[in-house]
């Protein structure tokens, strides 16, 4: 791929962009979004990782507080 065809594919890449996020604020929340999306997948994955090897309920909900917080008290 030359640089020209870089270039160009580039352009078109970030016009589509323009078209759907117009502003810098629709695209800090879909940023925004996104993030949080991840976040929740993550936790979703700990939380059912967690749930299958607790002792116990208390157990289960303390670990998944503490990795929803990042250890914070």
């Not at 352009?11 to 996104?34: T, V």
């Not at 993030?35 to 289960?60: D, G, K, M, P, W």
């Amino acid at each position: 791929m030359t640089t020209t065809e870089c270039s160009e594919q580039t352009f078109k890449c970030l016009r589509l962009l323009a078209q759907q996020f117009p502003n810098e604020q629709s695209a800090f929340i879909e940023i925004i979004n996104l993030q949080a999306i991840l976040i929740f997948a993550s936790l979703t994955r700990i939380a059912c990782v967690t749930f299958t090897a607790a002792q116990s309920n208390n157990e289960a909900i303390a670990i998944v507080i503490n990795h929803a917080t990042n250890g914070r008290k």
